[in-house]
């Protein structure tokens, strides 16, 4: 039901770089400077979530109708807790059609750092998010497990209409393609696990990292870099 | 007075087992009214002094989870009955109001006007009931609280107590500081002002602390028993009452005179307070001096004469600027966000916001700026209007405390401004201007300063709520208008100390070179009393002057900050420029296109064509040896994504160039590629970049868009004649539709070499298919390009 979308005064340039596969090399500044600021402009960030009951042992999540998890990533990963959060993100359609324009016009680097800076503005955007939330499951004693979505692991991404529709993504103007993809294409869904802190939830230690992903030649992966 | 609250409710309801599930806790206020005045009447025996009602959740928005919405007057009177019957004469009862649970628009769906109204009903019925203070609580945005202050304030005379609720790191999850909620809520009329739940009282001593370093007013804290933990699947708190108890001499000591608990605490946590509170002074602290302090939801901003100076941003303001006028006529607010963050960047701490522009809804138009712009910026923002309505929708719309520009002594503005500034706890920037017209000289302009400032503190304004205009004459029409401005400069400082302002280049007009007149003429001000100046920030030679005159008063100590700028302005900026210098223009070329440097590359093309060169040499020797070049050091890890689309711009501009000199020089004549995202996917970016580089090194590129279908790629592979097809799929879920394309283009019988690529692909899956090769990256696909062609 909570929809927040939080004002944030900076895109994190070096989270932008990374996503741009710069790992720690040197560039303009200037093209970094300036797709940071345009993506200020364009970006409309909104996000959604909600809590629910979840059962650790079948896997349902107590949406209506309930929703069911499939794959054994999300299971380990959701092992210990009792609740979830839903939560889907997006920054609009404007910015994806600037990026297409920039690249139309040959300013190839420019398109190429505002995609990455659209991507860094929904994961920022989502990550503030999780702090709002924090601050209400906290109050009631529980810790935040790190984002997971279909596709991570074996989850498979075929959940994505059920999981688009449990999240309320529609309600921000998130769609999906037949072939599953979000649109606008700078868009998240996600889970959140909620854990007690004395319980021994495996991996409980918030870390929201690259290893879940099999794609170990990503230009962007974390823990290649330096 | 040391005021003592009470602790927890909801917990000693629940023990008692009277909240099953699905029931509205609020509820018991009408049908168990005794349980809850047997638990008021616990914390009045544990010594509160004040009692709060059970009314957390009691406004229509909270009622309506459990379609109780129409029953909030009706319940929130009856809380305070419950109340009442407990605290008999000798204490007090404030009725509670807490969070909506939704966010206020931009930050959330909930309409600022909702929840105003919402707070209305539940404030006007809690007065109705009896009760003797309104406490807002645990509220996490400036603006939810804002709403409901407003709306206290407009349906009640009572005092109100405004608590914000402050995560870990010190600020609320919106961003608010606890300086920046004491200056806010104070200017709106906040009685009493504080800070509840979330935290434990060892956190809660620094929120008590910057409280009280920055108003006057009384000061109230309710933390937690600790942070929370899980027991046994229940919410417990781990902090005894004694432990709690000997938290409560350090948080009066930091400032707080009203001191109660939140979750997790029971009447013994109280009794522990007011024991360990038995033989506590209320310390006495020196009121504070009141300086002019304008805050957005997240930042502070203070004009003082002893602090540096303060810039106003002036550019977001349509007069005399067709285009921004035009775009704010059509809704766009494009230009005023790109206004507001360079003036930002350019050093602005303020910004001035004018939305006159004719023929508009001035009302709508300054509340979107002032949405969006509050957005987009932490730097508190100057209303700037003459039309009172407009003013008002500003006011009411900014998540701070903000400067109303401008406040005349013309009898109408008086009346219609000043009671705006102080509802909503606005500063007023005073302009010594009557309706009779600008007083010539510097004692008729105090004069009109004197009637400004004290109609506006008998409507209640104070101390730091004035920024003084100096007032700023044509010196081409007048010869003594800047010594008219520097005396007024000084008669403000000695008559008030109020931090002065002005906007500058009226004093140039007319006259020849005037940016030296306009930055002559700041220097001066600011050593006669200018501490905020209205002003375009990007503009240099000011900018040069007031970073000179700030080392010159020593508001830049030793000139340190001065000495920092001009020794930057030494460093040559950009990659060393003068490389191409040395080598031949073949080399000069191929360094460019390395280095990414388009902006040379008309001037290094055009040497090398002078010394001779023949173009398709260029091309090959030059262009084409550098994206080898390229291509070997982003395989080697050595240069990265980036870097070879700086050089494929460069590429491009070198192609341009030849192209236009040389209408044979075709960029396409190494062979003919069609490049298509396939049907299903929409992911462009990838296949966008092989195309670049396929295009900038000499092929014919039809590039077919994304989500295209089979049939169409064959088509085009037949009538093009094309040698390599270039397809793209980001996902599992659409790369089955490359095997469609590959086996529709065989049956066809085209012999078109197939490279195929994209996130989810590898090798194996482009062999199944039926591929030719598979490319990993933009890089490998024009290798694997080049290797074809060549064949």
């Known amino acids: ?226 | 007075m040391i005021h003592i609250f009470d602790g927890a409710m909801g917990t000693i309801l629940q023990e008692k087992g009277l909240l099953a599930p699905g029931y509205c806790p609020e509820l018991l206020n009408i049908d168990k009214p005794e349980e809850i005045t047997a638990v008021h009447q616990q914390y009045v025996e544990a010594g509160s002094t004040i009692i709060e009602t059970n009314t957390f959740g009691a406004s229509p928005l909270k009622l309506s989870h459990y379609n109780l919405s129409d029953r909030a007057r009706e319940i929130n009177i009856a809380a305070v009955k419950a109340a009442k019957a407990a605290a008999g004469n000798t204490v007090k009862v404030a009725g509670s109001m807490g969070p909506t649970g939704r966010f206020i628009k931009p930050l959330g769906d909930l309409d600022f006007e909702d929840a105003f109204e919402n707070y209305k009903i539940q404030a006007a019925a809690l007065a109705e009931g009896g009760a003797d203070y309104i406490l807002i609580e645990t509220s996490i945005d400036l603006q939810e609280m804002r709403a409901a202050l407003l709306a206290a304030k407009e349906v009640t005379s009572l005092p109100v107590i405004c608590q914000l609720s402050f995560s870990e790191d010190g600020r609320t999850v919106t961003g608010t500081s606890p300086q920046v909620e004491a200056i806010t809520l104070d200017a709106m009329g906040a009685d009493i002002i504080g800070v509840n739940c979330s935290l434990g009282p060892e956190q809660l001593v620094p929120v008590v602390k910057a409280l009280a370093e920055n108003t006057n007013k009384p000061i109230s804290v309710q933390p937690n028993a600790g942070m929370p933990q899980l027991v046994n699947g229940k919410t417990t708190f781990p902090m005894t009452p004694e432990d709690f108890g000997n938290w409560a001499p350090k948080l009066i000591q930091a400032g707080a005179t009203y001191i109660g608990g939140c979750c997790g605490t029971t009447p013994g946590h109280i009794s522990a307070i007011k024991n360990a509170l038995k033989d506590v002074e209320e310390p006495k602290f020196k009121p504070l001096q009141r300086r002019l302090m304008l805050t957005s939801r997240s930042k502070t901003v203070t004009v003082d004469k002893e602090l540096p100076t303060v810039l106003i941003g002036e550019r977001i303001n349509p007069t005399g600027r067709k285009k921004l006028a035009a775009e704010i006529k059509d809704g766009s607010f494009l230009s005023v966000k790109k206004e507001a963050m360079d003036q930002v960047k350019a050093g602005a701490n303020l910004l001035d916001v004018n939305m006159g522009v004719g023929g508009i809804d001035q009302v709508k138009a300054m509340k979107k700026a002032i949405t969006e712009i509050s957005q987009l910026t932490d730097a508190p923002l100057v209303i700037d209007t003459s039309d009172a309505a407009v003013l008002e929708a500003g006011l009411r719309a900014y998540p701070g405390r903000a400067l109303i520009n401008s406040v005349s002594a013309e009898k109408e503005r008086l009346k219609s401004f000043i009671p705006l500034a102080k509802k909503y706890g606005a500063a007023i920037l005073c302009l010594p201007l009557t309706d009779d017209g600008i007083p010539k000289t510097p004692a008729g302009r105090l004069e009109v300063m004197d009637i400004i400032v004290s109609t506006a503190k008998e409507a209640g304004l104070q101390d730091g709520d004035f920024l003084l205009d100096g007032l700023v004459m044509t010196v081409a029409a007048d010869q003594n208008a800047c010594n008219q401005t520097l005396e007024t400069l000084h008669l403000y400082r000695e008559k008030y100390g109020y931090p002065a302002t002005m906007g500058l280049s009226n004093i140039s007009f007319g006259l020849p070179n005037r940016p030296l007149i306009n930055s002559t003429f700041f220097a001066m001000c600011l050593a006669a009393g200018l501490d905020a100046p209205i002003m375009n920030p990007y503009d240099e030679s000011m900018q040069n002057a007031l970073m000179a005159s700030m080392a010159l008063l020593g508001k830049d100590p030793n000139g340190r900050d001065f000495s920092k700028n001009e020794a930057n302005l030494n460093i040559p900026k950009g990659p060393a420029v003068a490389k191409h210098v040395e080598l031949s223009p073949l080399e000069a070329v191929k360094q460019a296109v390395i280095e990414g440097d388009a902006d040379s590359m008309p001037e290094l093309i055009e040497k090398a064509l002078a010394t001779g060169i023949d173009p398709n040499e260029l091309t090959e020797k030059c262009l084409t040896a550098a994206m080898n070049d390229i291509g070997v050091d982003f395989g080697a890890g050595r240069v990265f994504l980036p870097q070879v689309l700086l050089s494929a711009e460069a590429m491009r501009s070198a192609f341009t160039i030849l192209k236009e000199k040389y209408a044979t020089t075709s960029s396409g004549d190494k062979g003919t590629v069609i490049l298509a995202t396939v049907k299903g996917d929409v992911h462009d970016l990838g296949k966008n970049i092989v195309g670049a580089l396929l295009e900038n090194s000499g092929f014919n590129l039809i590039d077919l868009g994304k989500d295209v279908p089979a049939e169409e790629i064959v088509a085009s592979a037949i009538k093009n004649d094309a040698d390599i097809v270039g397809l793209c799929a980001l996902m599992t879920t659409t790369m089955t539709e490359i095997d469609e394309v590959i086996r529709q283009l065989k049956d066809s019988g085209n012999t078109s070499k197939v490279i195929v690529g994209g996130a989810a692909l590898t090798q194996d899956y482009a062999d199944e298919a039926g591929a030719d090769y598979y490319a990993q990256d933009a890089v490998i696909a024009l290798n694997i390009a080049n290797e074809i062609v060549g064949k």
């Open chain 1, 1 to 226: 039901m909570p929809i927040f979308n939080s004002p944030f005064f900076e895109i994190d340039k070096k989270e932008t770089k990374r996503y741009a596969g710069l790992r720690n090399s040197d560039f303009n500044e200037e093209i970094v400077d300036e797709a940071c600021e345009l993506a200020r402009l364009i970006i409309n960030p909104t996000g959604i979530w909600d809590i629910y009951d979840y059962n650790d042992n079948t896997q349902q999540i107590n949406t209506s109708p309930p929703f069911i998890l499939q794959g054994e990533s999300i299971k380990k990963h959701l092992t210990g807790c009792e609740k979830v959060i839903l939560l889907s993100s997006t920054v609009g359609t404007e910015i994806e059609n600037k990026i297409t324009d920039l690249f139309k016009e040959g300013k190839y680097s420019l398109s190429l750092m505002l995609d990455a800076a659209a991507t860094t503005a929904v994961e920022q955007s989502a990550d503030l998010m999780e702090k709002a939330i924090n601050e209400q499951v906290s109050r009631k004693g529980y810790n935040m497990k790190w984002r997971f979505s279909p596709g991570y692991g074996d989850w498979p991404i075929e959940q994505q209409p059920e999981m688009l529709k449990a999240a309320q993504g529609e309600k921000i103007g998130i769609t999906l393609t037949e072939s599953l993809m979000l649109e606008p294409r700078k868009s998240i869904t996600a889970i959140i696990g909620l854990y007690k802190k004395e319980e021994n939830c495996p991996e409980g230690k918030p870390k929201h990292n690259c290893e879940q992903c099999n794609k170990t030649d990503c230009i962007a992966r974390q823990n290649t870099c330096k």
